[in-house]
């Protein structure tokens, strides 16, 4: 990793393995990065028109705070906290001049704001808090084993439940003291920003989320790292400083660079850093990319050029999209190019060589720290994919637009700009009165009009009965220029101006002039190491051979010695088997007649269980055993041996209707396996029923019923 400081106005830092460029970051100073950094500030404006508030925290522009990113401890006394918040007001919630402390989500756009919110968030090394929220998880990156594992490991820290943890990417190998030494780093910081920011007045600058170098180091730092070069003495400081809080041990891994070369000439990386200023970057193969960003989107042309590689034209469409494919992921890399991307590459007749397409650029983005997310090549040989926009790219922060051709990246030709100035010589002579206008141009132009355009500049004097006078000024370039009317008033010379294109060249006014704020909290200093107990230090001493070796033999009387298990509460009896009883006997009383309502259960269909049920399911995932859950059948009302035989119906034995305990756990296995489909497998085979004849209208109301409510609880 090199990290470049050695001017002010820009800072560079650089992951190369030999001698190719793998990541390049890019601050300037003219644009200062602010996300992520935490701010005091005040709310200046409640629009409930927008649902949102505007802040003021010390930028240039006011921070918008939207009405979902607001904390509930911000809300005016008397509003329910749990109240829904799309249902509420922003008005009712906030109020002008409250102070909050917030932290910018998005950078400054053009001409919009930062976005902000009240949901702090501090990213570590391998952990990043939410120290007011419960909002936890795992990285996406990580497979279904690894998200158990780290899972595991993180139950094991003490964690307040006012608080969530979310597991970065860096963390999936880590043991629990890298954990728990990341977690201790993150609570240590965000106790003295909590107590700073009680005191410090508004607005205030309260955490710097970092420099570019200690961010670097934070999102990019691996064991794969083996030197840390620095060229500027206070940076190589607190880099090191850093790295001694938040990856003990690696200190000696910073260096200070004291050689005469430039650091990035010295690794001969130069040139590959002047490349993300091309629009055009070459392949290998012969082959090219071309890089345009516009409004919406990335465009990315792939290009053949001189490949002749291949020995079919397949072929050499196949080679040349798989280096470009690669090369992309690079590109975005390095550029830190966000927001939505589609690549147009080289058409392929197979469906195959398309999936090795996208399958090449899959992998190649996986070393990307960004979130990126892709789509399938189209029948139109596009392919869209979004890469998520952590910092503004580098085209945002060493650039800026051209004022001669205002972003557009062309101008008009001679010959266009001298016919616009004709059509707007006819347009202002047929609008106004006076007799003469006053046309200035540049050069080219203006020699173009005398030159090839003199009879049209007469005819337009002759049928509007004006003075054209054509003024060439070295100062103007294409597409700029000036148009006057003049005229005579009571011996005085008037002067209106039409038209003049410099306007928007004019520098723009300089805006608010803020201080730079400083940060109120620093990087913590690592909590000091407590010293060991006498039992960890005859754990951690080294045994003699003679012990090993006894113990190998006899084996250890700790390890063998059986451990008592905790003792458990007896566990309680389920309420339905008394409910299954007690109904059996109501019905064997003599409730069985027509009128008879049986009690209703609710169908498992409707999405909810019993509290047995949950209980068992946190019971299997904390390592013991769930209990078993019998189904609550519904039974229909016994009836007498007379109706019976009256009805046709042949007496069934009872056993032909019980369901096994290994049936209801079969049901029980797949409904967990199925998710959603558990409702309706674990449900006991019915058996076939003959139909009966028709009750009279008393026993047919009672009898449909009893059927309904049976077949909901089946």
């Known amino acids: 990793m090199l990290i470049n400081a050695q001017h002010e106005e820009e800072s560079r830092v650089a992951i190369v393995e030999d001698g190719y460029l793998h990541e390049l970051d890019i601050e300037s100073s003219q644009k200062v990065v602010t996300k992520s950094n935490i701010y005091k500030g005040r709310i200046t404006k409640v629009e409930g028109s927008l649902q949102a508030a505007f802040v003021e925290y010390g930028a240039a522009r006011q921070g918008f705070l939207p009405i979902n990113e607001i904390h509930p401890d911000y809300w005016k006394e008397g509003v329910d906290k749990s109240a829904d918040v799309r249902k509420l007001n922003i008005q009712d919630i906030l109020e002008p001049k409250q102070e909050v402390l917030v932290q910018v989500v998005k950078e ?26 419960q909002r936890a998880g795992i990285s996406r990156k990580l497979s279904e084993e690894e998200r158990k594992v780290m899972k595991a490991i993180i139950a094991q820290l003490d964690v307040p439940d006012s608080m969530g943890l979310i597991v ?7 043991k629990l003291e890298a954990l728990q030494r990341d977690y201790n780093y993150l609570r240590r910081l ?20 970092g420099d570019l170098a200690t961010r670097a180091i934070r999102d990019h730092f691996t064991e794969d790292i083996s030197e840390i070069w620095v060229d500027n003495h206070e940076v190589y400081a607190r880099t090191k400083q850093f790295v001694h809080a938040v990856l003990p041990g690696k200190e000696k891994l910073v260096k200070l660079y004291r050689g005469k070369k430039p650091l990035f000439r010295h690794y001969n990386i130069e040139a590959q850093c002047e490349e993300i200023h091309e629009r055009e970057i070459r392949l290998p193969s012969g082959g090219s990319i071309v890089v345009d960003p516009t409004e919406a989107l990335t465009a990315i042309d792939v290009n053949s050029s001189r490949s002749t590689k291949g020995k079919h034209i397949d072929d050499t469409a196949l080679t040349t999209n798989l280096e470009a494919a690669e090369e992309i992921a690079r590109q975005l890399r390095i550029r830190d190019i966000g927001g939505l991307i589609v690549i147009d590459f080289i058409d392929m007749n197979s469906r195959k060589h398309n999936q090795q397409v996208e399958e090449t650029l899959r ?149 608010r002039k803020l201080k730079p704020l400083k940060p109120v909290v620093g990087i913590p200093t690592p909590a000091p190491e407590q010293p060991k107990t006498e039992e960890a230090k005859q754990k951690s001493r080294p045994l003699n051979p003679l012990t090993r070796l006894i113990r190998l033999i006899i ?47 609710q169908s498992p269909q409707q999405g909810t269980e019993p509290a047995e049920a949950n209980q068992g399911n946190a019971g299997s995932e904390n390592g013991t055993q769930p209990k078993r859950r ?41 409904g967990a396996a199925n998710g959603e489909e558990a409702q309706t497998t674990d449900k006991p085979r019915r058996r076939r029923r003959r139909r009966r004849p028709r009750k009279p209208a008393e026993e047919q109301g009672s009898g449909d019923q009893t059927a309904s409510a049976g077949d909901g609880g089946a």
């Open 108 to 133: 400054e756009r053009g001409n919009k704001g930062a976005a902000l919110t009240t949901y702090i968030s501090l990213a570590g090394r391998y952990l990043v808090l939410s120290p007011n929220t």
């Open 168 to 174: 970065r990417t860096a963390g999936k190998d880590q």
């Open 190 to 209: 965000w106790d003295e920003i909590r107590i700073k920011s009680e005191t410090a007045p508004t607005p205030t600058l309260i955490y710097l989320e």
């Open 363 to 511: 992998k190649a983005c996986q070393l990307d720290k960004a979130r990126v997310q892709f789509a399938r090549i189209s029948r139109f040989g596009l392919l869209e994919m979004s890469r998520q926009r952590i910092h503004p790219s580098v085209r945002e922060s060493t650039t800026q637009p051209c004022d001669r051709c205002q972003g557009r990246g062309f101008i008009r030709t001679v010959e266009s700009m001298a016919l616009q100035m004709l059509t707007r010589m006819e347009d202002w002579a047929e609008k106004g009165k006076k007799p003469t206008l006053v046309v200035q141009v540049p050069s080219d132009t203006g020699e173009y009009l005398m030159n090839h355009k003199r009879r049209s500049i007469a005819r337009i004097e002759e049928v509007y009965d004006v003075q054209i006078t054509l003024q060439i000024r070295k100062d103007l370039d294409i597409p700029h220029y000036r148009i006057e009317r003049q005229w005579m008033d009571n011996n005085q010379q008037r002067v209106e101006v039409l038209e003049d294109t410099m306007k928007n060249k004019r520098p723009p006014r300089p805006g």
């Open 555 to 601: 084996g250890d009387k700790k390890k063998d010695e059986p451990e008592t298990p905790p003792p458990t509460e007896p566990a309680a009896a389920t309420p339905e088997s008394p409910n299954r009883n007690r109904n059996r006997r109501r019905r064997r009383s003599g409730n069985r007649g027509a009128g008879h309502k049986p009690q209703e259960v």
């Open 630 to 670: 019998r189904r609550r059948r519904r039974r229909r009302p016994q009836q007498t041996q007379t109706q019976q035989q009256a009805n046709g119906e042949e007496m069934t034995p009872p056993s032909a209707t019980v369901t096994t305990e290994n049936q209801v756990d079969a049901g029980n296995e797949s």
